[in-house]
């Protein structure tokens, strides 16, 4: 695949309003996922992160705007051909009962697969590898509901990894996991980013590791839409974080990374008053 | 796992589904060549081989082409119906009780029924056509008033209950409004059977299945992946709206032509699915296993209502439940007790 240009993203959305029947969560937003970026979408709930990696996902129609893929508007698209080129780890997927973690992953292929060729030596092959690249090459036989929450997040990711698409859009991958798994889950991905193949989108609730991983970061706030976005170390400040989050903080370097690391303010007792 | 490969094609199979599939065809021939052999006219099975042949008598002729293999075909191809129909509802209701009943199908296809006999006393085919013509209209209003942005399985199984009760209602009322022989055909209906049936019925199964059968075989890899969420589905390049709207109409005209031909026959769709899926351990929905544990367990139900009580005409569904309910609610328990069953 032809390296695009940094500046370029082949994925973007343009005067995106988007909509839960009349409840309008984000209008007129514009956003582009710069190529090769590992980018995170970061906000306070009710944000409209995970809608609009939703609208991206074609998951959500959007009310006015489009979500553009490779030049193209992504409804134009047949939903296979889509599946090719971008895949997507929702928040929460159904294990159907007594699958094994090696049917489960194999069912990454289907975009690739025909009625007929439903198993070629390649499909083989890159489930294989897929499931090597996230570490579940011996659990391949076990079934999926006696996993750990962690394994069984690492699977869903080979299932998406064996799709073969450079675009992986990932809602909330850490959420229900303990945070030795939520490291071991980024760090997984900021090999996939830094192997050079894949750009990827994820929503994350945690800032500061937001900060850690992304190489370009996206801050939404309720009601406005995007408020700043960008290299990490250059828009996450003090300031930035009162006014996305209303948490009053010290931004300092992250001892191990010199990311950007956001240390909340001392609590300040509130002193009762009597009377009115 | 297996897999075949050459350069065009390449499949990939379960050896123990090809394993229990193999062992449902061979007892429905099984259960088959005895319903052929005997019976109040006792044939062997030379003289039914020589009537295949066309070299039977007028007399095993008869017995075999008008009264034993009509009757045979038809039940073979509604079980196969109705548990198809019922895989794909409890697949895509995320439901393992789900069956036509739960879309309101059963219901609205008696109230069809009782109303063409009660209202207007009208001819088998026409009951056949007014409970085909009523189910199919209540499966599509559960369609509708289910529908927000898309149908959820859940909020499916909500509405389908509702009309159901409904509809219940309705058929309650129309026989307390009919005549005692009305009355008393309704009821013959609602029990469902394969008395009587002949090649005609036989004939509708076999086209509509001929139609539906390869429509859901080719969706059913779709329905695999709808099991995992309209999310991960979509990811994966499935139109979830669109496929579930399409296995809805091929589940429902599934259960219409089997009311149809033989009336609401009971269990087959919840239990088939069930016993298959577990036989064959599946983690999909396992659609040919499916049907052909339906075709199955309503062949050898057929037997067993006209051996062990030939004088008195049994509908099939009272055996269909006997047998399938007894079977399913012993692999249950012997599964729970190994500790693997869900």
């Known amino acids: 695949m032809p ?26 937003l514009d956003v582009e996922i710069p190529d090769g970026s590992f980018t995170v979408i970061v906000g306070p709930n009710a944000c409209g992160k995970s809608t609009v990696l939703k609208a991206l996902a074609r998951m959500l129609k959007p009310r006015t705007g489009a979500v553009y893929l490779d030049g193209e508007v992504i409804s134009s698209y047949r939903s296979k051909d889509v599946a090719r080129r971008l895949g997507l780890l929702p928040q929460t997927s159904i294990a159907p009962g007594g699958i094994t973690v090696g049917e489960l992953v194999a069912r990454g292929r289907y975009p690739h697969q025909r009625l007929l060729r439903q198993w070629s030596t390649e499909d083989e092959a890159v489930t294989a590898e897929a499931m090597r690249l996230t570490g579940v090459h011996d659990l391949a036989d ?57 750009t990827l989108v994820a ?74 | 796992m297996r897999t075949i490969r050459t350069p065009a094609v390449s499949l990939r199979f379960s050896e123990r589904a090809l394993l229990v599939s193999t062992a449902m065809a061979a007892l429905t021939v099984a259960a088959a060549v005895a319903t052929m052999v005997t019976g109040d006219f006792p044939l062997t099975i030379g003289e039914v081989l020589a009537t295949f042949s066309g070299n039977g008598d007028g007399y095993a002729d008869f017995v075999i082409f008008t009264l034993r293999l009509p009757r045979l075909i038809t039940g073979l191809l509604v079980g196969a119906a109705l548990a198809l129909s019922g895989a794909i509802l409890q697949s895509l209701s995320r439901n393992p ?62 509405i389908g209950i509702g009309v159901s009760a409904m509809m219940l209602a309705v058929n309650s009322y129309l026989i307390t409004r009919a005549t005692l022989e009305s009355a008393l055909a309704a009821q013959t209906w609602l029990v469902g059977g394969l008395n009587n049936r002949g090649w005609d019925e036989a004939q509708v199964v076999a086209a509509v299945l001929a139609v539906l059968l390869p429509c859901a075989l080719v969706l059913g890899r779709r329905l695999a992946l709808l099991e995992m969420g309209d999310s991960a589905a979509t990811g994966l390049g499935v139109n979830a709206e669109r496929t579930r709207l399409a296995l809805l109409v091929v589940s429902v005209g599934l259960a219409a032509v089997a009311t149809a031909a033989a009336g609401p026959i009971s269990f087959v769709a919840l239990a088939a699915p069930q016993l298959a899926r577990r036989l064959t351990g599946a983690s999909g929905p396992g659609l040919v296993a499916s049907a052909l544990m339906g075709g199955l367990l309503l062949v050898v139900s057929d037997f067993a209502v006209q051996r062990l009580f030939p004088t008195t005409q049994l509908p099939v569904g009272i055996a269909t439940g006997a047998i399938g309910g007894l079977y399913l609610v012993w692999l249950l328990a012997h599964e729970w007790r190994k500790g693997s069953g869900t």
């Open chain 1, 3 to 28: 390296k695009a240009e940094p500046t370029t993203g082949r994925l973007r959305g343009s005067d995106l309003t988007l909509s839960y029947d009349e409840r309008v969560v984000v209008s007129g």
């Open chain 1, 142 to 198: 076990r079934l999926v509901d006696e996993l750990s929450g962690g394994q069984r997040q690492r699977v869903w990711l080979a299932m998406v990894l064996a799709q073969q698409t450079s675009i992986l859009l990932l809602d909330e991958p850490t959420t229900f996991l303990d945070i030795a798994h939520q490291i071991e889950v980024l760090d997984l991905c900021a090999n996939l980013h830094e192997d050079g193949n894949h």
């Open chain 1, 203 to 276: 929503v994350l609730h945690d800032l500061n590791q937001a900060c850690r991983y992304a190489t370009h970061l996206i801050a939404m706030k309720p009601g406005v839409g995007v408020v700043a976005q960008g290299n990490p170390a250059d828009i996450v400040t003090a300031e930035l974080v009162e006014d996305v989050f209303g948490l009053p903080c010290r931004v300092i370097a992250d001892p191990e990374t010199e990311t950007p690391l956001i240390v909340p303010l001392r609590r300040q007792r509130v002193t009762q008053t009597s009377g009115a």
């Open chain 2, 97 to 158: 009780l789900a069956s036509p009943d739960i879309i309101g199908f059963t219901q609205g296809a008696a109230t069809g029924a009782i109303a063409v006999i009660v209202l207007v006393q009208g001819s088998m085919t026409a009951t056949a056509l007014g409970a085909t013509a009523v189910g199919l209209l209540t499966s599509a209003a559960v369609y509708l008033l289910a529908f927000k942005q898309g149908v959820q399985g859940f909020r499916l199984v909500l």
